[in-house]
C-alpha cells in the first residue's frame, strides 16, 4: 500500500509570493491534517479535513488555507508568504472509522524556503 | 485547553544506557496516547500507541510505555539504547471530543545517542 506522497519536497518561493503544496493520502483514508514543523515550535496543527469538509482548524492566520477533493488528496495554500513561513509542512491521513484515536500516517513532507 | 508536555527537549546518552522520556497531559477523562518518532531526513513515524486495557504497551524497535492514568503520564522508555535511536521523539494525546478528535502534540525531544 502506497504511504502519504506529498508534493514536491522541496520549495524555494519569494516574500509576497504564494505556494500551493499538495497531499495525497493513503488510499481508503478520508482524513487528512495539515502541521507547520518549525525547530522552535513543534508540530504546528494547520487544519484537518474529512470527506471535503475543514472539520477542524488550528491557530494560523487565513492566509493559509487549504482544500480537499472528492478523491480524498488534499492541497494547502499560503498567500502572501513571509519568511516566518519557511518550514516543513507536514500532511498525515487517517482511516477515520468512526472513533477517535487511530494512528496518523505521515508523509515526507515539503520542505518550504522563503527568501 | 488541552496540553501535552515533553519535559525534555534534548537528551544525551551513550549507548546501552537506559532511556526515559516523560510526556504529561492535562485532563482527566479518556485519552488516546501516541509516541511518534522522526529519524533525521525521514517522515514521522509510529513507536507505540495506548487505547484500552494492559497499560504498559510495547513498541517497535524495543521501545515500551506505561500510561499511568493518576499521573497524566505516559512516559517512553527503553532498557538499552543504540545510536541508530538517535532521533526526534514526539508525544501526542487525542482528547476525543474536547479536542475535536486532533491530535495535540508535545515539543518533542531530541535524542542523541553517542557511539
Known amino acids: 500500500k502506497a504511504g502519504v506522497t506529498q508534493t514536491p519536497r522541496y520549495l524555494i518561493k519569494t516574500r509576497g509570493q504564494q505556494v500551493t503544496l499538495s497531499c495525497s493520502p493513503i488510499?481508503?483514508?478520508?482524513?487528512v491534517s495539515w502541521y507547520q514543523q518549525t525547530p522552535g515550535q513543534g508540530l504546528q496543527f494547520l487544519f484537518e479535513?474529512?470527506?471535503?469538509?475543514?472539520?477542524n482548524k488550528g491557530n494560523f492566520p487565513g492566509r493559509f488555507s487549504g482544500r480537499q477533493f472528492s478523491n480524498s488528496r488534499s492541497e494547502m495554500n499560503v498567500s502572501t508568504l513571509e519568511l516566518g513561513d519557511s518550514a516543513l509542512y507536514l500532511c498525515?491521513?487517517?482511516?477515520?472509522?468512526?472513533?477517535?484515536?487511530?494512528?496518523?500516517?505521515f508523509g515526507q513532507g515539503t520542505r518550504l524556503t522563503v527568501v | 485547553a488541552q496540553s501535552v508536555s515533553q519535559h525534555n527537549h534534548h537528551v544525551i546518552l551513550s549507548e546501552a544506557a537506559s532511556l526515559e522520556l516523560g510526556c504529561n497531559y492535562s485532563?482527566?477523562?479518556?485519552?488516546?496516547l501516541f509516541w511518534y518518532v522522526q529519524y533525521p531526513g525521514q517522515h514521522l513515524q509510529l513507536l507505540l500507541k495506548?487505547?484500552?486495557?494492559d497499560p504498559l504497551v510495547k513498541g517497535i524497535k524495543g521501545f515500551e510505555a506505561e500510561f499511568i492514568k493518576s499521573k497524566f503520564s505516559f512516559n517512553l522508555r527503553k532498557p538499552s539504547v543504540q545510536w541508530s535511536d538517535t532521533a526526534e521523539y514526539f508525544c501526542?494525546?487525542?482528547?476525543?471530543?474536547?479536542?475535536?478528535?486532533?491530535?495535540?502534540w508535545g515539543a518533542g525531544t531530541k535524542l542523541i545517542i553517542k557511539p
Open positions: 498525515a491521513s487517517t482511516p477515520m472509522t468512526g472513533g477517535y484515536g487511530t494512528e496518523a500516517f
Open positions: 488510499s481508503g483514508h478520508r482524513s
Open positions: 479535513y474529512f470527506s471535503e469538509t475543514q472539520r
Open positions: 485532563y482527566g477523562g479518556t485519552v488516546n
Open positions: 495506548y487505547f484500552s486495557g
Open positions: 501526542a494525546v487525542n482528547f476525543g471530543a474536547d479536542s475535536n478528535y486532533q491530535l495535540i
